[in-house]
């Protein structure tokens, strides 16, 4: 993890209706993307939206937590008029296949809550 001081009046905008989008897992510990049930989350904060991935996925499903962005003008809109992507905030997306160490170590976190609350 690393931490740095900024300037709190370095963004340009704010978004105080976020979307969080949540991914339970299902399948066994070594191949747990076999099912996905996918949901949105509206009028909630990321607490809301973690404590009720948790409360779905109990103690045998993994879960992950994103941030829904619909942007304008993007390169990866080109030709539409909107490109939506994820910030991923709890997890990952499983379905995925690690590419880095990073995406290993995240995969494995996940793992390890399996079953467990995190306090927030």
Do not use: K
């Not at 939506?84 to 160490?101: F, H, I, K, M």
């Amino acid at each position: 993890m690393q931490v740095e001081q900024v300037d709190e009046a370095d963004s340009e905008w704010e978004d105080d209706r976020p979307r969080f989008r949540i991914y339970l897992f299902e399948g066994p510990v070594h191949d747990p993307g076999v099912i996905v049930d996918t949901y949105n989350i509206t009028d909630a904060d990321m607490f809301d939206a973690v404590r009720w991935a948790q409360e779905r996925a109990g103690d045998r499903h993994l879960y992950a937590v994103a941030l829904v962005r619909d942007e304008r003008e993007r390169p990866e809109a080109e030709g539409r008029e909107m490109s939506r992507g994820l910030v991923w905030l709890v997890g990952r997306d499983l379905n995925d296949p690690a590419t880095s160490e990073a995406e290993q170590r995240c995969g494995r976190r996940m793992t390890a809550r399996r079953g467990r609350r995190v306090v927030l």
